[in-house]
């Protein structure tokens, strides 16, 4: 996005706009054409019946407008599949198990050997990520902090203490996390 555009809309409205022929900005290089003319149809709108250059100003305004709708849902389409690369997903092992192994950090992160080295690995490849501007999902979004996740040396362990929970404290000090 850029400071004119921070929503991303413009150019989808554009290409609405253009489609229904409510747009000038193509067709200002048509002489003697009453721009109220120039609708999908060609023969609604206060024009010169005579005028030959009405009648054009139509069928290319409507030409435009289709080009300009084609283009709009092709940017549509290609943005959607940009975006699939942009997700990564975080959450517990069992919880990771349905989604596509390129979609999480799973492959990045091998065992160091001990808790502190994997820690900072984790953390490390969570921040490279947000800087790379990746979408960061929780896979285990219906698990709170306080449910227990108990390991054999620590039985009253929760999720808020472990790495998923270091995750999303980190993604709540950032303001993208609840």
Request: net charge positive; aromatic share 10%; glycine share 8%.
């Amino acid at each position: 996005m850029n400071l004119i555009d921070k929503d991303g809309l413009r150019p989808i409205i554009n290409d609405f706009r253009d489609f229904f022929g409510a747009s000038t900005d193509a067709l200002t290089t048509i002489p003697f054409t009453n721009y109220s003319a120039l609708d999908l149809f060609g023969d609604l709108g206060n024009y010169d019946p005579c005028s030959d250059a009405a009648k054009a100003g139509s069928l290319y305004g409507t030409a435009i407008g289709l080009a300009s709708a084609a283009k709009g849902l092709w940017n549509a389409g290609k943005g959607l599949f940009q975006s699939a690369n942009k997700i990564k997903y975080i959450g517990r092992l069992e919880d990771l198990k349905n989604i596509p192994r390129n979609q999480t950090f799973l492959d990045q992160l091998p065992n160091l050997g001990s808790p502190k080295a994997n820690y900072y690995q984790n953390m490390s490849v969570l921040r490279k990520a947000l800087r790379e501007g990746k979408i960061i999902k929780d896979a285990s979004w219906f698990r709170p902090n306080s449910e227990l996740a108990p390991t054999l040396l620590n039985p009253s362990r929760t999720i808020g203490q472990t790495f998923l929970g270091a995750e999303r404290n980190l993604l709540q000090n950032r303001g993208l996390w609840p």
